[in-house]
T-cell receptor, first 116, second 116 residues
Framework: AQSVAQPEDQVNVAEGNPLTVKCTYS??????LFWYVQYPNRGLQFLLK??????LVKGSYGFEAEFNKSQTSFHLKKPSALVSDSALYFC??????????????FGKGTKLSVIP | GAVVSQHPSRVICKSGTSVKIECRSL??????MFWYRQFPKKSLMLMAT?????????EQGVEKDKFLINHASLTLSTLTVTSAHPEDSSFYIC????????????FGPGTRLTVL
């Protein structure tokens, strides 16, 4: 079975400061990892993904994430936070092959608040 | 590319009535569509997986007679909430899977259902 943990319900950061939203995962095979952002009453918007290759993945709106296989982590980062980054962030995982490759498993979400 | 739409975006209905939500892939063919439910400040819960031309596969605990899913074409899946009750009020999100592109899922903007 695959699972995702986002240990922080909420992250507060001052505008202009770097931000990190944490994610760890568990899969039996190789993972495909995703980050999505959700604004109030909206669907999920894709930010970035790790499939294979370079461990540092760059995505939309200046976000990036680093795949760390030994720590089974895929933390989301941004060098300088904007107030408009305030939203709900979801990490998701699925296996690259096999029975778990069919469905995405989501973390419970982390609410990011960027303080002006 | 890979845009998914949902209609309606918001719906308010009386208890006991049925509501249909449409999910369309606008610029690609989706062999598989997924339906999720999201409670306030909670993660996405997969309700069912629908494949074009076949019966949907429901997750454990989801009533198939209450949440009717039809996937009549490669670009359209519908979710009908039958005999809706206030506890069915939620945010419903669909996604469509693109075969061959790492089986990526693209999400619709969501439908807010309120049952009075």
């Amino acid at each position: 079975a695959q699972s995702v943990a986002q240990p922080e319900d909420q992250v507060n950061v001052a505008e202009g400061n770097p931000l990190t939203v944490k994610c760890t995962y568990s899969v039996s095979g190789n993972p495909y990892l995703f980050w999505y952002v959700q604004y109030p009453n909206r669907g999920l918007q894709f930010l970035l993904k790790y499939i294979t290759g370079d461990n540092l993945v760059k995505g939309s709106y200046g976000f990036e994430a680093e795949f760390n296989k030994s720590q089974t982590s895929f933390h989301l980062k941004k060098p300088s936070a904007l107030v408009s980054d305030s939203a709900l962030y979801f990490c998701a995982v699925r296996e690259s092959t096999g029975a778990g490759s069919y469905q995405l498993t989501f973390g419970k979400g982390t609410k990011l608040s960027v303080i002006p | 590319g890979a845009v998914v739409s949902q209609h309606p975006s918001r719906v308010i209905c009386k208890s006991g009535t049925s509501v249909k939500i449409e999910c369309r892939s606008l610029d690609f063919q989706a062999t598989t569509m997924f339906w999720y439910r999201q409670f306030p400040k909670k993660s996405l819960m997969l309700m069912a997986t629908s494949n074009e031309g076949s019966k949907a596969t429901y997750e454990q605990g989801v009533e198939k007679d209450k949440f009717l899913i039809n996937h009549a074409s490669l670009t359209l899946s519908t979710l009908t909430v039958t005999s809706a009750h206030p506890e069915d009020s939620s945010f419903y999100i669909c996604s469509a899977r693109v075969a061959g592109r790492y089986n990526e899922q693209f999400f619709g903007p969501g439908t807010r259902l309120t049952v009075l």
